[in-house]
């Protein structure tokens, strides 16, 4: 197999190539990710990500199907091909890039905590609330998780299989705290937050968010990072001003 034969297959393997084929961009996700990806009242997916999924498809002028994906699944889901890229405000871990590929970052969060309102003075930050007595309750399988275990050593744990049941635990005064991304929290404090709750919005982690894909398809990649950086810079959507002030600004 010569040089331009396997160029030729390289190509044929794409997932782009496959995209183009199909006529069809399809996108996993996992809605429940407030602002990136969330149902509205019609039942609608919406967000950040969505936003974003839709000007790619426009770009690459096929349609649009986005593949709802249940957090724990999203990762088998991708590399079993029900999907040709994760677009749900993944962080992109070293665990995770050894099976899959991610784009450059569309945006960096980090791990905040949401605690009680009646707690206020008496904590002040993450490390006080590392106590027995108080109970951390974050999402199965995120990086919230991970966060929780390496700084509550002491403080009883609980993980929940949504976001939006953990949080209620902390509004319902069965936690004491929660730890999230800090958009996730940001919003929730305005919108649920309000005289019941206390963001301690230091980030306690560094997570950089990509898109996922599946190894071994350089074409995916270089076109998804073209694309990130023309999204910045143009302000055809504006990624970087008014996409961000749409989902991520109250
Ligand atoms: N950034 C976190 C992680 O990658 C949470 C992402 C959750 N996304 C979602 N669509 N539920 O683990």
């Given at each position: 197999?010569?040089?331009?034969?396997?160029?030729?297959?390289?190509?044929?393997?794409?997932?782009?190539?496959?995209i183009?084929?199909?006529?069809?961009?399809?996108?996993?996700m996992?809605?429940g990710y407030?602002?990136?990806e969330?149902?509205?009242k019609?039942?609608n997916?919406?967000?950040?990500d969505?936003?974003?999924?839709?000007?790619m498809?426009?770009?690459?002028?096929?349609?649009?199907?986005?593949?709802?994906?249940?957090?724990?699944?999203?990762?088998?889901?991708?590399?079993?091909?029900?999907?040709?890229?994760?677009?749900?405000?993944?962080?992109?871990t070293?665990?995770?890039?050894m099976?899959?590929?991610?784009?450059?970052?569309?945006?960096?969060?980090g791990?905040t905590?949401?605690m009680?309102?009646?707690?206020?003075?008496?904590?002040?930050?993450?490390a006080?609330?590392?106590?027995?007595?108080?109970t951390?309750?974050?999402?199965l399988?995120?990086?919230?998780?991970?966060?929780?275990?390496?700084?509550?050593k002491?403080?009883?744990?609980?993980?929940?299989?949504?976001?939006?049941?953990?949080?209620?635990?902390?509004?319902?005064?069965?936690?004491?705290?929660?730890?999230?991304?800090?958009?996730?929290n940001?919003i929730?404090?305005?919108?649920?937050?309000?005289?019941?709750?206390?963001?301690l919005?230091?980030?306690?982690t560094?997570?950089?968010?990509g898109?996922a894909?599946?190894k071994g398809?350089?074409?995916?990649?270089?076109w998804?990072?073209?694309?990130?950086?023309q999204?910045?810079?143009?302000?055809?959507?504006?990624f970087?001003?008014?996409?961000?002030?749409?989902?991520?600004?109250?």
């Open positions: 197999i010569n040089g331009i034969a396997a160029d030729i297959k390289l190509w044929q393997n794409s997932t782009l190539n496959k183009v084929q199909r006529g069809e961009l399809q996108v996993c996992e809605p407030v602002p990136f969330m149902t509205d019609k039942g997916i919406i967000g950040y969505v936003d974003m999924a839709r000007q498809s426009k770009d690459m002028g096929v349609k649009l199907k986005l593949v709802p994906t249940a957090w724990d699944g999203i990762i088998a889901a991708l590399i079993t091909e029900k999907c040709d890229i994760i677009m749900s405000g993944m962080t992109i070293q665990q995770r890039n099976t899959v590929n991610f784009s450059d970052p569309y945006i960096v969060v791990q905590v949401m009680r309102k009646d707690l206020e003075g008496k904590i002040k930050s993450a006080d609330l590392d106590k027995p007595e108080y951390i309750v974050t999402k399988g995120v990086t919230g998780e991970i966060a929780t275990k390496k700084f509550f002491k403080a009883k744990i609980v993980t929940f299989e949504t976001e939006v049941d953990a949080a209620a635990e902390v509004l319902n005064g069965k936690a004491e705290a929660m730890v999230y991304d800090q958009p996730y940001a929730f404090m305005s919108d649920k937050g309000k005289d019941k709750l206390i963001h919005d230091t980030p306690l560094y997570e950089p968010l898109f894909v599946r398809d350089p074409d995916f990649i270089n998804l990072n073209n694309f990130l950086r999204m910045k810079e143009d302000k055809v959507i504006g970087s001003d008014e996409l961000y002030q749409k989902w991520l600004v109250d």
